[in-house]
């Protein structure tokens, strides 16, 4: 069920904690880059967009505010596993990475990674995998050789894609700027314990990403609906999510064929779970995906329900992409050669802040325009990038310059009131001291 992870925190005790966790020894002869991780949507997207970005330009970063905007700041259990995973990956330096930490240093020292044969990460709790994934993606891809990747923990889980979605969803249209990647869901896990396992396989690209360009969403073609459940949960409870969004979404596609299936994934299961997960696919080659995870004392319905809504909205809005794509292109789109552009429902406060440190860290320019031309009760933008055109054999180095406002939403928590994003170019500032130079990006 989906809860308003938002609170606007007040003043963190775990700061007080870490606030002396970045020594002077850690802090070499080098730029760091000073990240405010409290900003826009201030949680963890903000820590895997810059140590990702950070990793393939071989910068240092010192993060502060990690994650203020939530309820519990600082680094979470899931958090930690990606970071630790990228730190050993890019054999970084690193202080402040104990759960609860909101002041990270991340100094990699390799600008690829080695093969050093199999990967593994595990959140040991239901810690999302697909986050664990999210962070390390952009930089697997870019890696000299085939990398096999090997993650526990959650696969269904609130706020994060599912395995489900990652595999059918987000990687099906990531996968068309060039870049391969095999994902397989070997065993699914769910809050409270986890013990989920994925298996992802990337191949190195010779070449950068191309640029992503989908504008046309086409006409919905097919539905399909699943809903899974383990042997403790009767199927019937699978069923009745199935009932209750076929119902919904018929009421706006009467004439769409609707596929509908009711899986018991108890043999490929670590405890027990169940979840429905929509998608539909447009004439276009669009897809949008949703999902909604069981819960205790939450009727079948209710989760159905949000998750068929939260998919007729997408489909509603007029855009290209689901809600949750936006956000997790936009790192692609700016590493790509050449200019990207994707059309969208209201512009997320994630997509906001992923532009923002994503722009900032790379140089990549974002343009946001509202639609000129929109059927009516659609709400839709088009969201332009002059992409890099990274790759590792390209020597980019990065001088980040651009900054993304909004002059209403900075630090604010309303995601669909996006009418005055600008692209303003702003002077970044920059503090050299003896030894160190720090560049804020905030
Ligand atoms: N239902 C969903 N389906 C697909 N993707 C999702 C879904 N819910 C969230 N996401 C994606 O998961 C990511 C969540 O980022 P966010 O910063 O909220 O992460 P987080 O690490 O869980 O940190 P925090 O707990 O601080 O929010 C975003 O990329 C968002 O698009």
């Keep these: 069920m989906a809860k308003n992870k938002n609170t606007p925190n007040k003043k963190s005790k775990v700061d007080k904690q870490t606030q002396q966790q970045v020594t002077k020894e850690t802090i070499e002869e080098k730029p760091i880059y000073k990240i405010d991780g409290s900003i826009l949507e201030g949680g963890g997207q903000i820590l895997r967009n810059t140590v990702a970005l950070s990793s393939l330009f071989d910068k240092a970063i010192l993060i502060e505010k990690i994650r203020y905007n939530r309820d519990q700041p600082g680094l979470k259990n899931q958090h930690k596993t990606g970071i630790d995973l990228m730190a050993k990956l890019f054999k970084a330096h690193i202080t402040g990475s104990s759960v609860g930490s909101t002041r990270l240093y991340y100094q990699p020292t390799l600008r690829s990674i080695k093969d050093d044969g ?4 595990d959140t040991k709790t239901a ?9 390390a993606l952009p930089c697997l891809i870019f890696a000299p050789h085939s990398v096999k990747m090997v993650l526990g923990g959650g696969t269904n889980c609130d706020f994060a894609p599912a395995a489900d979605y990652m595999e059918n969803v987000f990687l099906p249209i990531a996968t068309s700027m060039g870049f391969q990647c095999d994902m397989k869901i070997d065993k699914k896990g769910f809050y409270p314990k986890g013990g989920g396992a994925v298996t992802i396989t990337t191949q190195p690209l010779t070449e950068p990403l191309k640029p992503i360009t989908i504008v046309n969403k086409g006409n919905v073609n097919r539905i399909v609906i699943q ?6 949960i009767s199927p019937v409870v699978a069923e009745r999510m199935v009932n209750t969004s076929r119902k919904l979404i018929k009421k706006d596609f009467k004439k769409v064929e609707i596929e509908t299936e009711i899986i018991d994934m108890s043999k490929y299961s670590f405890g027990d779970g169940t979840y429905i997960f929509i998608r539909a696919f ?13 819960a205790i004392r939450v009727p079948a319905e209710t989760i159905a329900e949000d998750a068929t809504n939260s998919l007729l909205k997408d489909l509603q809005d007029g855009g290209c992409v689901d809600e949750y794509l936006q956000d997790q292109l936009i790192i692609f789109m700016a590493l790509a050669k050449g200019k990207s552009i994707i059309k969208t ?9 992923s532009i923002h440190y994503t722009s900032l860290m ?14 009516p009760g659609e709400e839709t933008f088009y969201i332009e990038c002059d992409g890099i055109g990274y790759h590792p054999s390209n020597d980019i180095d990065i001088n980040p310059t651009q900054q993304i406002t909004n002059n209403n939403n900075q630090n604010n928590n309303n995601n669909n009131n996006n009418s005055n994003t ?3 170019t702003t002077t970044t500032t920059t503090t050299t001291t003896a030894n ?4 804020t990006v905030q």
Excluded: M
Excluded at 118 to 121: D, F, N, P, Y
Excluded at 128 to 135: A, E, H, T, Y
């Design 362 to 375: 790379t140089g990549a320019t974002f343009k946001i325009s509202p639609v000129a031309e929109r059927l």
């Design 227 to 232: 809903a899974f459940y383990t042997s403790r």
């Design 422 to 424: 600008e692209i303003t």
């Design 436 to 439: 160190t130079t720090t560049t």
């Design 118 to 121: 199999v990967i593994e990460a």
């Design 345 to 353: 429902g209201p512009i997320s406060l994630h997509t906001q802040t």
């Design 282 to 294: 447009t004439d276009t080659g669009c897809v949008y995906g949703s999902t909604g995870n069981g």
């Design 127 to 135: 810690g999302s995998v697909c986050l664990i994934i999210q962070v």
